[in-house]
């Protein structure tokens, strides 16, 4: 048993079966086929050498991590049951549902080497959903498919005219912006030339592998993450800041990477890996954030992503935004929305998924707020969905408030 | 950097009691947590002194109090102040809907899952078990596949405790929660909120209950600070309605947190989870700044004053891996245990002795400012509050809860 700085993975140890993480799991909340995580990734990790029987229930975990912000004692549960996970799908055969929640990134890319592509991509999603198709193998048919952009963000980035600063960040887009949401990456480009800060996109980023990891496909991720890793390296080397918009990439690059595997050089790089807030929250306390606002301002409420929460470093969007004339912006403090990456995509877990948001969209139609604001791109699809409130990355919100 | 006026580290009671007392005072408060202290594990009760020096209940919690050793934190703290904290413990709840019954010049007593009376002093009105001696019929209501609740070990208890001249009645509730794990009353606590639950209950109990007898349930009353479940249950009923206290997972402990970091909400506390801070900065016997770890990096927060509410050993907030050396890592504040090894624990679990163990902590002045092996203070702008604290042994003395609220009330009006 290592200590919980040196080895996550030996954490199970440190677990003293306290209960809190049952009471803070909304998966637990909204479903008794979930045993709970105490009793799944840590009992597990533990028993395993006695008996190497599969937890069922291990399936209903949606690694939100409130579990782990939960746990007096420092024990890594989320990742504890991904890994229990990623050991059961060495043995057992991944269904196809997974296989395509997984694999986004690979589909769409093949896609978008076709004329119309994305066009194509979004038509056979939606036909897929009609038709039942999509029901048929595990996906839930209610929940509308994320839409990809007709341009991805790569292709647009490479038409912006940056001005040329002294001082660089390097950009990692992750799937979501880059095909589905590419406003939120020029409207990032936007914010750091605002305050003097010329952006790099390193092309050959791949995915961050929280899908994958999610889905038991261990082996896949740890392959992106030794991809990725290399490549942030070359930067961090130099000593860029890495900069994402996607709470649940900068979660992977910061903790999960080295959490789940053991690659050089991940402890280096996390010290370089900011939340793309968090990093101009820090300009702004060294006085070099730009305040030269002119938006007309508005009525927003605000969503903290979980994989924000757990990061340790409170909810920086918040702050930013206070200093923002004009906007007025409440926190909706309703806990998880529910979604968790792909999981609230699966048929089964669908309903599980909505009922956890329940508070959070309750919150949301009873606020007077024209709009949603929250970091994460998953959780503002889920918010929209089950509100019916449009939802913005806290980045687009200061983009449009320099914009005179 | 993060500037306020007080950061308050730790997210267990004292800590958000901390927080609470401070941002009523005005101040501008940076509450760090780490872990969701023992919230779900007690069940929110206030205990302030039931028995100060054997097991014998003392006439009154006040009374206990004068009872105790100069050393207690009550005893450096005073009564004059612990009035003060318990009042404004009151008025918090009663602000927030969800207001507590009881004051010192009295026991409350509160049923156990037991069966057994425990002593303790400030109770949500949803735990007075005073109720159980005025009424001459008692029910006991247990769930179905609901674990650490047992009738009928109830029943034979409080006839000791209460005597067999009551009429004792148990009744079995069938709930229709799916199946797939172990129930917990924070399941049954969720199925009551919904109309369905509610009714499908009601139905039962009213089947087997007499108006005008006291109706004792688990922790089940609904998870949301207010007592709306409550209420009607009474009305239903035509009788009166009670929870015992209970093991792990604990409603009401998490309503009294819920109730809290609500109050902390509109007080403009800002919040840090996840942040375990790892160490200090100090120049001059003042602390400058402490430090969190994150996955990615450390983060410093500045601020002109600190609390410090990390807990004993079971929070981290003391460290002891070889005898005797304890840590307390954040400030190195000296914590020393004066016996042998073998002085450490009292081996007779029920004998009338407090645990040595459990008086180790850091010893502080009137101010709840920590002070060196010497006796002096070393950290001029530092607060130490709750279960870091020595002197007490919140277990023993049925002071849970109670030490905390009253050091961190202490502590953050000495800012």
Redesign the interface.
């Known amino acids: 048993m290592g200590t919980l700085e040196e080895n996550p993975k030996g954490t199970a140890d440190y677990c003293t079966a306290c209960t809190s993480c049952i009471t803070t799991c909304p998966v637990t909340a909204a479903t008794s086929k979930f045993r709970g995580p105490k009793l799944v990734g840590p009992a597990q990790s533990r028993l395993n050498f006695a008996e190497p029987d599969a937890e069922e229930s291990l399936e209903y975990c949606s690694n939100c991590k409130n579990c782990d912000i939960s746990c007096p004692s420092g024990v890594a549960v989320s990742t504890l049951n991904m890994l229990q996970r990623g050991e059961y799908y060495r043995s057992h055969p991944h269904p196809l549902r997974d296989h395509i929640l997984a694999h986004g990134e690979q589909m769409i890319k093949l896609a978008r080497k076709l004329p119309f592509g994305s066009f194509f991509a979004n038509l056979g999603a939606d036909i897929g959903r009609k038709t039942g198709m999509l029901k048929m193998i595990g996906i839930a048919s209610e929940r509308p498919m994320p839409q990809y952009a007709s341009k991805s963000f790569l292709e647009q980035f490479r038409s912006i005219k940056q001005t040329a600063y002294p001082n660089k960040v390097v950009f990692f887009p992750g799937c979501f912006i880059n095909e589905n949401d590419p406003d939120v990456g020029i409207a990032f480009v936007n914010v750091m030339q605002q305050n003097h800060y010329e952006v790099i996109v390193d092309e050959n980023f791949i995915c961050c592998g929280s899908p994958l990891v999610v889905t038991g496909y261990l082996d896949e991720a740890e392959a992106n993450a030794r991809k990725n890793t290399a490549l942030i390296r070359k930067w961090t080397e130099q000593g860029y800041p890495i900069l994402t918009c996607c709470t649940s990439c900068s979660l992977m690059l910061k903790q999960e990477y080295a959490e789940l595997f053991d690659l050089p050089d991940l402890h280096e790089n996390a010290k370089f890996v900011y939340d793309a807030c968090e990093f101009l929250l820090d300009l702004h306390e060294k006085n070099r954030f730009d305040q030269k606002f002119s938006g007309k301002g508005g009525n927003y409420i605000y969503h903290a992503p979980c994989h924000l929460r757990v990061q340790g470093i409170g909810t920086p969007a918040l702050e930013l935004l206070s200093l923002v004339p004009n906007i007025v912006v409440e926190n909706a403090d309703a806990g998880c929305c529910g979604i968790s990456g792909n999981y609230g995509f699966k048929e089964d877990k669908y309903e599980i998924s909505m009922q956890v948001g329940q508070e959070l969209f309750c919150r949301i139609k009873d606020s007077s707020a024209s709009k949603v604001i929250s970091d994460c791109g998953t959780c503002r699809m889920q918010i929209e969905h089950g509100s019916g409130v449009k939802a913005v990355h806290p980045i687009e919100v200061l983009s449009a408030a320099y914009q005179a | ?2 500037n306020s006026d007080v950061i308050v580290i730790g997210g267990g009671f004292a800590g958000l009691m901390a927080a609470a007392v401070s941002a009523k005072r005005g101040k501008k408060v940076t509450l760090l947590t ?4 023992s919230f ?2 007690n069940s929110g009760l206030i205990d302030i002194m039931a028995r100060p020096t054997d097991d014998a209940v003392c006439a009154t919690p006040v009374e206990g109090i004068n009872e105790l050793p100069a050393e207690h934190p009550y005893k450096k703290i005073g009564t004059k102040i612990l009035e003060d904290a318990v009042s404004f413990f009151m008025e918090l709840c009663e602000e927030e809907k969800y207001p507590y019954s009881g004051s010192i010049d009295k026991h409350q007593w509160a049923v156990t899952a037991l069966g057994t009376m425990k002593p303790s002093c400030l109770v949500p009105k949803t735990m007075l078990g005073d109720l159980c001696l005025k009424k001459q019929e008692i029910v006991l209501v247990g769930f179905n596949g609901l674990k650490d609740h047992y009738v009928n070990i109830m029943e034979e208890n409080l006839e000791h405790c209460l005597g067999n001249k009551k009429n004792y009645t148990t009744v079995m509730i069938d709930t229709d ?5 172990d ?2 009353a ?2 049954i606590a ?1 199925w009551l909120s919904t109309p369905h639950g509610y009714e499908t209950c009601l139905r039962q109990l009213r089947s087997a209950v007499k108006a005008n007898s006291v109706v004792i349930l688990p922790q089940v009353l609904g998870l949301k600070h207010d007592y709306s479940i409550w209420e009607a249950m009474k009305k239903d009923l035509e009788c009166d309605v009670m929870e015992t206290t209970g093991l ?2 604990s409603a009401n402990g ?1 309503r009294l947190r819920n109730l809290l970091l609500n109050y902390l ?1 509109k007080h403009n506390v ?7 801070v790892i160490h200090s900065t100090v120049q001059n016997n003042i602390c400058r700044s402490i430090t ?6 450390e ?1 410093t927060y500045q601020s002109d004053h600190f609390i410090l509410a990390t ?1 004993g050993f ?3 907030g003391l460290q002891m891996e070889n005898f005797p050396e304890i840590k307390e890592p954040i400030f190195n504040i000296p914590v020393q245990f004066e016996g042998k090894a073998e002085e450490w624990a009292n081996e007779k679990l029920f004998s009338n002795q407090k645990q040595p163990f459990a008086e180790v902590g850091i010893h502080t002045d009137q101010q709840m400012r920590p002070l060196d092996v010497e006796g002096n203070c070393f950290l001029n702008n530092v607060f130490v509050v709750g279960r870091n604290l020595s002197g007490y042994d919140f277990c023993f003395e049925q002071s849970g809860n109670g030490v905390a609220l009253v050091s961190a009330y202490q502590a953050a009006m000495s800012l």
Do not use: C, W
Request: charged share 30%; hydrophobic share 30%; glycine share 16%.
């Open positions: 950097m993060i780490y872990g969701s202290g779900p594990l929660i799916e199946d797939g794990r129930i917990t924070l399941d969720r792990p997972p998490l909400k800002t919040m840090v989870e996840n942040a375990k969190t770890k994150t996955a990615a990096r983060r807990g079971y929070g981290g």
